[in-house]
Structure formats: C-alpha cells, structure tokens
C-alpha cells in the first residue's frame, strides 16, 4: 500500500477548486492507499487572518472534510499544529534550504510582482515548512492541484540533499497531479485560479455558499461572444472552464461532453455545469450540517494527532540524531 499526504490551508472557506482538485482526490485515493491529510492551519497565518473568521474556517475545514467523504477509520486527519514536529522540523529544513531557491518559488515571486505590501518571512520560507510536513511522514505520492507542484519539486530538492549529506533519512516523494480538475479557474475571469483567499466572490464558489447562490455565480460566469462551445482552452478559457468542472465533477470526458454540447447555446451548457455542482455540494452540505450537529470533530482530529504524531516524533528524532543536535541515549 502506498503511503500520501497532503493539506489544505483554512485561509477561506473551501472553494469549488480545492474539493476538484485536491479533496475529491484525497477521497478516492483512501479507498487503496494510506492517506494523511491535515488542516494546514500554520501555513495560512503566513498572511494575516482575523482570528474570529480562522477558528470558524478551521472547523468548518474539518468538517468539510469529513462531508466531503474522507473517513477517519481509513485516513489519518489532523490539525497541524497537534503535531508540533512540524514546526521543528521546518526549521531543519530551513536550514537545508538556500535563498536562491525559495527566490524562484513562483507563489512567492508573484506577490513580490504585484507590488503586495506587508509580505512576510513565515510567506517566504513555507516552502520549508511544507517541506518538513511531507518529509516526516515518507509519503511515496504528494496529491496536489497544479499550483503547488514546484513546492513538491523542491521538497525533493531538499530531501535528495539531506540524503546525500547525513546518509538515506527520507523518502524522496513524487507530486500526483491528476488529469482533469488540476487548475479550476475563477467564473468571472477564466484566466486566473480560483483560490479563496483572492476575496473574490463572484468568482468563487465556497461549498458552504447557499444553492441559489452558485446557480447564479455558474449563470452569470464570463465566457466569450465566440457563439460555440469547443475545446480550446487558449481561445475560450470560460467555456473550457466549464467543461472541465462539469467533467470532473459528473466524471464524463470532455469530448463527449464537447459532442453533447456543441450545437448548443452556453446558456445550456451553464444550466447543465449549475445542476451537477449543486446536485453534488447540496449532498456534501447535508452532510456537513450533520457532522457539525454530531459534536465529533475535536474527537476526530484528536485521535488523527495521535496517529500522526507516532510517526512524526519518530521521524524527527532521526533527523536530529544524523544532524548531531541529539545526543540523548534512548
Ligand atoms: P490560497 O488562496 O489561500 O492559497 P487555495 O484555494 O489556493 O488558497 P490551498 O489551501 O492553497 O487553496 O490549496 C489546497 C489544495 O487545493 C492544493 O492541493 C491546491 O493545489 C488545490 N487547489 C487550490 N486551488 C485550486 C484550483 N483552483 N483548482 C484545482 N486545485 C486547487
Ligand atoms: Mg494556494
């Protein structure tokens, strides 16, 4: 069996994007592999969050979660600051980890782009942390959307050097970017992601947005005045964006989609992608209105620490003992 990790940070509500891309994945990867998944509720104070909105994302991520079908029995689901390996760990990495690199991370080089104010050290070295989360557990597989692929890349940078360096300690991880879903665009403009700290509502669906809400959001997504409905992503990104949604969620081929659709008007296709996402996030409410009732999430995510922290404390132990920072005899 094969071993995967990965997170989600509660920066926001969970978008369309993430549940595509990431946990609708994590959740058909439980069925044959052994999944750890974590609320990564460190990395997203790297930008200020209003700690009455954190606490209430925070467990709504858990929940969702939950709602979303990831099963505790199956997977081991944690808050990451219940495991405070990682924040040492990160260090080590950190001090693994040069200058020259985290400057070509494009995340980072964007911000500094936009002329973003108030940017900060924590936002520059997460890479290094999210480093350290993957490699205290040895995943074999790092499931993420397309975004966070050269993060995993560096990851294996930096692991490949620690092995070189003190001797085999990590497992060298590989990114799983799956095929379709890897990049779900904003509604309102096509050409960038949909992310949920970008304080675009229009363009973003929260699972936790009321129905009639997204029907309106998916209605009044940008397209084009092209009048047809093809494949090509570069020419009609608004329309591809809806294909690609609908296909991930209702698990048909865009081309057959494509075939079904292409003499019809985008108001139908709109109508269609409308019926299938709220058929599948009414589903995922229901279920989350009933977990947050059941007053079993602090159980859950406590019992999920446990789980990780054997394998972490482990970990980390190795890791200072081949640095030489650890002299205990145990
Ligand atoms: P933020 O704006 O705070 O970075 P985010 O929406 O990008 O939020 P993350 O917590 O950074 O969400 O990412 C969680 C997971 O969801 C990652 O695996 C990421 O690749 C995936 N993901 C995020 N946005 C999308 C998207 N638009 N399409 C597909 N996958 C996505
Ligand atoms: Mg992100």
């Known amino acids: 069996m094969k071993r995967m990790l990965s997170a989600v940070k509660p920066t926001g509500q ?40 954190l606490r209430k994302n925070l467990k709504d991520a858990a929940a969702l979660y939950l709602a979303c079908g990831l099963d505790p029995n199956r997977s081991t689901i944690f808050l990451q600051t219940d495991v405070m390996e990682h924040a040492q760990m990160g260090y080590i990495m950190a001090c693994n980890t040069y200058l020259g690199e985290l400057n070509r991370m494009t995340q980072f080089k964007d911000k500094v782009s936009k002329n973003e104010t108030g940017l900060t050290a924590g936002l520059y070295t997460y890479p290094c942390l999210m ?30 050097r620690f092995n070189n360096r003190y001797g085999e300690t990590f497992k060298v991880p590989e990114p799983l970017v799956a095929s379709v879903g890897a990049r779900i665009m904003s509604l309102n403009d096509p050409t960038k992601k949909m992310s949920k700290s970008e304080n675009n509502d229009k363009g973003c669906i929260y699972l936790l947005d009321d129905l009639n809400v ?17 494949l090509d992503q570069q020419r ?24 079904r659709f292409k003499s019809q008007g985008y108001g139908v296709l709109k109508k269609e992608v409308a019926d299938v996402v709220t058929e599948r996030i009414g589903e995922i409410q229901k279920r989350y209105h009933e977990i947050m009732d059941s007053g079993q999430i602090e159980t859950i995510l406590d019992e999920g620490a446990k789980k990780a922290r054997y394998i972490a404390a482990k970990k980390l132990t190795k890791v200072q003992r081949k640095i030489g920072i650890d002299i205990h005899k145990r």
């Open 131 to 160: 480093a350290a989360d993957i490699l205290l557990y040895d995943p074999d597989y790092i499931p993420v959307g397309d975004d966070q692929k050269q993060h995993v890349e560096l990851t294996r940078d930096i692991a490949i």
């Open 236 to 259: 009609q990104p608004g329309i591809y964006n809806l294909l690609e949604i609908h296909s991930a969620i209702s698990k048909t081929d865009k081309q057959e989609l494509l075939n």
């Open 14 to 53: 969970i978008t369309l994007g993430n549940y595509i891309g990431a946990i609708s994945n994590f959740v058909k990867y439980q069925e044959d592999n052994e999944m750890i998944i974590f609320i990564a509720n460190l990395h997203c104070i790297t930008v200020y969050q209003d700690p009455k909105d």
């Open 214 to 230: 997204i029907r309106k959001k998916i209605m009044s997504a940008v397209t084009d005045s092209y009048g047809e409905i093809t």
